[in-house]
């Protein structure tokens, strides 16, 4: 009886402290205020849209222009087959020609692959010129410019500059005295990236900052030696196996991780280059 009681007491001191909270409330008015804010809520509230049934257009869907371009009817065979393979004539053991308006198109007919019965160096790939020449002519701008950045160049040049196997910059060299680079003279090698002695392929082409930094060489060095061997080279002829190609796209073919920018790391355990570093670790000297 005595539980029974006390929970009648507690409900009756609730009911009257409801009753005594809502007298207070409606005394300042609040009663009145929060049904109006529902009023105004319920009011505002946006209608609801009829559901209706959407009817999906058919027809073609908006498609890259290059790509447009490749099954129009009115192209020739030159430029669909350009515009599917987006790749360098160089790369792809075509001729660049340029006209003087500045366009390039393919030729298949001639090879220029060779110059005095020789296989042409790398750093001075064939560019054939047609008409005047005009559009290869460098600015005063561009011609300072271009000489800011002596290791890699400043001026980035698709028709002219020549891609360095590691970074993959396409960019007329900083060296002052190129005659390729500074007056874009096609006839001319590129003295500021070299060019294997054996292979004469892109796999040799180094600019002056990545034969620095990843094979710790000088670019006056390797232009006095005329027998000069890129990594992929002398690693094939047996010369030091562990001596390879540390650029990332090489890495990758070895099933190993690119070693990023490894130059504080082999400076910091007094390696010479990134090179220096990657074969002692193939050697098993440094784990890592």
């Not at 009648?8 to 009145?32: C, F, M, S, V």
């Not at 790509?67 to 790369?91: A, C, E, G, V, Y």
């Not at 390729?180 to 292979?199: A, H, W």
Request: charged content about 30%; some cysteine.
């Amino acid at each position: 009886m005595g539980r029974f009681s006390a929970k009648i007491d507690y409900e009756d001191l609730r009911n009257a402290r409801i009753l005594e909270n809502q007298a207070r409330l409606k005394t300042i008015g609040l009663q009145k205020t929060i049904s109006e804010l529902r009023s105004i809520v319920s009011s505002s509230k946006p209608a609801k849209r009829p559901w209706t049934k959407k009817v999906y257009d058919l027809s073609s869907l908006r498609r890259s222009r290059r790509l447009k371009r490749s099954s129009s009817s009115d192209l020739t065979p030159i430029q669909i087959q350009s515009s599917l393979r987006r790749r360098s004539s160089r790369l792809s053991s075509d001729i660049i020609q340029l006209d003087s308006a500045g366009e390039l198109f393919d030729d298949e007919s001639e090879d220029e692959r060779t110059v005095g019965g020789k296989i042409r160096p790398a750093n001075m790939p064939w560019v054939k010129i047609k008409g005047s020449g005009a559009a290869l002519q460098l600015s005063p701008e561009a011609s300072a410019l271009r000489c800011s950045s002596r290791g890699r160049g400043g001026v980035y040049n698709s028709v002219v500059g020549i891609c360095c196997h590691f970074c993959r910059q396409k960019k007329l060299c900083g060296e002052e005295d190129c005659k390729r680079c500074g007056n874009l003279d096609v006839d001319e090698p590129c003295i500021g990236k070299t060019d294997c002695s054996v292979c004469h392929s892109s796999n040799g082409v180094l600019c002056r900052a990545c034969l620095k930094v990843r094979y710790g060489e000088e670019m006056e060095e390797v232009r006095e030696n005329k027998e000069w061997m890129c990594p992929h080279c002398i690693e094939e002829k047996g010369i030091n196996q562990y001596w390879i190609c540390n650029s990332s796209i090489c890495l990758k073919r070895r099933k190993m991780a690119p070693t990023g920018i490894a130059i504080y790391t082999a400076k910091e355990l007094g390696y010479k280059s990134v090179a220096h570093l990657v074969m002692d670790k193939l050697k098993g000297t440094i784990k890592g």
